[in-house]
């Protein structure tokens, strides 16, 4: 009964944080459209009409990915097939009508820079989850030393994406918080929040009219993500939960930067980093989960040499079970 009401508590505990995370990005939506509108800062009705028909979609592929290893599992499925085929469509629809109606070149040039720092990063994260105390924790084996490795490894990353950034209109953008958030997310308050202390006090030291703002979405990250951690049964979340809180996180981090810094820098700011650093954060926290997922189920499957011997013991215990046959036919033999 105690188990039960634990996990219960968990349950609305993410409800409540998911809650104030949506309602601080509709918060956020509805600052930028009265700021724009009002001051008629090149962004129209049309443009907002725009990106909601985006993320609409989007959602909705989302949501159709999700359901397809569901349909795969009840066999040869042609719905399976056709449901990739219907995605395939819809991206390419959407890249065609968002790519005429943009100059291509200007627009995605910043994010294929963002996304080539992003890859260097999870290069580093990748090569790291091949050591022993990376995977000791990814099978929920929690120890001082394996703690301290993750801590001292996540916060030179860490560092490393605060310094490595695109600039967009002189305004720098980066996947800081994205790190700090797996690496909650990944080894909870022991990892994640020492994590976020360290990358955001190295945020402030760089100074600016937004460094305070970003120091502190930089610890929040790192306690958002090791709270999250503890409320999941200390494992990390599920591929979509980790991407929806990364999203709803980015959009709390900017409505901080618009809360903690005059308007007339704020806004500006936004406008030119928040598009890119969603797609990073989005899409960092997508490769990431995939490669933990496929790490957890290739240090679960057993090793030949594994396989070998439990086909060994096997065959020893169905030895035994002859032998001891044998031996009552003995003696009934005898009798």
Same mark, same amino acid.
């Given at each position: 009964?105690?188990?039960?009401?634990?996990?219960?508590?968990?349950?609305?505990?993410?409800?409540?944080?998911?809650?104030?995370?949506?309602?601080?990005?509709?918060?956020?939506?509805?600052?930028?459209?009265?700021?724009?509108?009002?001051?008629?800062?090149?962004?129209?009705?049309? &443009?907002?009409? +725009?990106?909601? =028909?985006? @993320?609409?979609? /989007?959602?909705?592929?989302?949501?159709?990915?999700?359901?397809? %290893?569901?349909?795969?599992?009840?066999?040869?499925?042609?719905?399976?097939?056709?449901?990739?085929?219907?995605?395939?469509?819809?991206?390419?629809?959407?890249?065609?009508?968002?790519?005429?109606?943009?100059?291509?070149?200007?627009?995605?040039?910043?994010?294929?820079?963002?996304?080539?720092?992003?890859?260097?990063?999870?290069?580093?994260?990748?090569?790291?989850?091949?050591?022993?105390?990376?995977?000791?924790?990814?099978?929920?084996?929690?120890?001082?030393?394996?703690?301290?490795?993750?801590?001292?490894?996540?916060?030179?990353?860490?560092?490393?994406?605060?310094?490595?950034?695109? &600039?967009?209109? +002189?305004?720098? =953008?980066? @996947?800081?918080? /994205?790190?700090?958030?797996?690496?909650?997310?990944?080894?909870? %308050?022991?990892?994640?929040?020492?994590?976020?202390?360290?990358?955001?006090?190295?945020?402030?030291?760089?100074?600016?009219?937004?460094?305070?703002?970003?120091?502190?979405?930089?610890?929040?990250?790192?306690?958002?993500?090791?709270?999250?951690?503890?409320?999941?049964?200390?494992?990390?979340?599920?591929?979509?939960?980790?991407?929806?809180?990364?999203?709803?996180?980015?959009?709390?981090?900017?409505?901080?930067?618009?809360?903690?810094?005059?308007?007339?820098?704020?806004?500006?700011?936004?406008?030119?980093?928040?598009?890119?650093?969603?797609?990073?954060?989005?899409?960092?926290?997508?490769?990431?989960?995939?490669?933990?997922?496929?790490?957890?189920?290739?240090?679960?499957?057993?090793?030949?040499?594994?396989?070998?011997?439990?086909?060994?013991?096997?065959?020893?215990?169905?030895?035994?079970?002859?032998?001891?046959?044998?031996?009552?036919?003995?003696?009934?033999?005898?009798?």
């Amino acid at each position: 009964m105690t188990e039960k009401k634990f996990k219960i508590s968990n349950y609305w505990k993410m409800n409540i944080l998911y809650s104030l995370l949506i309602i601080s990005n509709i918060v956020l939506l509805i600052g930028l459209i009265s700021h724009f509108s009002k001051f008629g800062i090149g962004i129209s009705l049309e &443009t907002f009409q +725009d990106i909601a =028909a985006a @993320i609409a979609t /989007l959602s909705i592929l989302g949501y159709v990915s999700g359901k397809l %290893p569901k349909i795969k599992n009840r066999g040869n499925n042609p719905l399976y097939g056709m449901s990739y085929i219907l995605i395939m469509c819809v991206i390419g629809i959407m890249t065609s009508y968002f790519g005429s109606k943009i100059d291509a070149k200007t627009y995605f040039g910043p994010y294929l820079e963002m996304f080539g720092i992003l890859c260097g990063v999870l290069i580093f994260l990748i090569l790291a989850t091949n050591l022993k105390s990376f995977k000791e924790i990814i099978l929920g084996n929690f120890t001082k030393k394996n703690q301290l490795k993750c801590l001292i490894i996540f916060a030179a990353i860490g560092l490393f994406a605060s310094y490595a950034h695109v &600039t967009v209109n +002189d305004t720098p =953008a980066n @996947i800081r918080c /994205l790190i700090v958030m797996i690496s909650g997310l990944f080894g909870g %308050p022991v990892v994640g929040i020492p994590v976020g202390l360290i990358s955001g006090a190295y945020r402030f030291t760089l100074g600016g009219a937004t460094a305070l703002p970003c120091a502190i979405s930089t610890v929040l990250s790192g306690v958002i993500g090791s709270l999250t951690f503890i409320w999941n049964d200390k494992k990390f979340p599920k591929t979509l939960h980790a991407i929806l809180l990364m999203f709803l996180f980015t959009g709390f981090d900017m409505l901080l930067v618009v809360t903690l810094s005059p308007p007339d820098i704020s806004f500006p700011f936004i406008q030119n980093i928040y598009p890119i650093m969603l797609f990073a954060s989005v899409v960092g926290m997508l490769l990431f989960s995939i490669v933990i997922k496929e790490l957890k189920e290739h240090i679960n499957q057993p090793s030949i040499e594994e396989e070998k011997i439990k086909e060994l013991e096997n065959k020893l215990e169905g030895y035994d079970k002859e032998i001891e046959k044998l031996k009552n036919e003995i003696k009934n033999l005898k009798k």
